[in-house]
């Protein structure tokens, strides 16, 4: 596999329409390949959902604050959740932003006060700060988080943590020989702050789904911050603690 980042492809041409075809690439050079897929990007799909009569304009991303609710719309009643809001456009972000707006629509509504500071109990913090990615290869890997490298780079004294599957528990319950390595990450500043996490292994998820227990490795030490992983949507479960998310495991209960 050959990975490039930090690429930009300036031409491409198939002078044979049976042939391979033939990149351009910003420093000059020329790259074949036997096909190209072509990501484009996504665009809002808010042409005709009546922006205009709040004083919005159709076909935009509607930009939000913390908790959710619209900019730039008198009052505390509109709400944007998911990819419309251009946050985080993943599926379990918007699952986590729509809790992370109930909770808010459900304090105000109750007189209660609102906490949208960062990482408070009514802020989708974790969009600019904690969102987890998976590559889909062979070891497949994921992160969530800082890496070790980034979190030295943003001046914050950490520690790190490593752990290879084949030592945990249950592992070989889940297949021969397996390998794969984990590294969790802690800030230390008054007690453990989770940082970040890396993973890699072979079919270690299932599915991208299973990437939501993974925040849990560091905050499992945090009691300020146990309290919200059930709004996240998180599995309290350790990487390493237990047999690797797989099929034909039953489904762990949320708490």
């Known amino acids: 596999m050959d990975v490039r980042i930090g690429t930009q492809v300036t031409a491409l041409r ?10 351009t690439l910003d420093d ?33 991303w509607l930009e939000v604050d ?39 629509i459900g ?3 109750a007189g209660l006060s609102v906490d949208d500071s960062s990482w408070g109990d009514h802020a989708a ?27 030295a780079q943003a001046g914050h004294r950490i520690k790190t943590v490593d752990l290879d599957f084949n030592a945990a528990q249950g592992a070989n319950l889940y ?3 397996y390998r794969g390595h984990a590294r969790s990450g802690a800030r230390c500043v008054h007690g453990p702050d989770p940082t970040g996490v890396e993973a890699d292994g072979t079919q270690m998820f299932s599915k991208p789904s299973a990437l939501t227990p993974m925040p849990a490795v560091g905050a499992m030490c945090r009691r300020a911050e146990c309290r919200r992983l059930p709004r996240s949507g998180c599995v ?20």
């Open 236 to 255: 309290i479960r350790a990487v390493g603690s237990s047999a690797p998310a797989g099929p034909r495991r039953p489904a762990r209960r949320r708490v």
């Open 28 to 60: 000059g050079s020329d790259l074949q390949a036997d096909e190209v897929m072509l990501a484009t990007g996504r665009t809002s799909s808010t042409d005709d959902i009546g922006l205009d009569t709040v004083g919005l304009t159709p076909g935009t």
């Open 66 to 104: 913390t908790a959710c609710l619209v900019r730039r719309v008198d009052g505390t009643w509109l709400y944007a959740v998911g990819d419309v809001n251009h946050r985080a456009l993943l599926t379990h972000q918007g699952k986590y932003q729509a809790r992370t707006a109930g909770d808010t």
């Open 125 to 151: 913090t974790a969009d600019q700060h904690a969102v987890p990615q998976v590559f889909f290869t062979d070891p497949e890997a994921a992160a969530v988080g800082l890496t070790a490298e980034q979190a």
């Open 175 to 177: 297949a021969d020989n």
């Open 14 to 23: 198939r002078p044979d329409p049976i042939g391979p075809v033939t990149l």
């Open 107 to 109: 304090a105000r509504a």
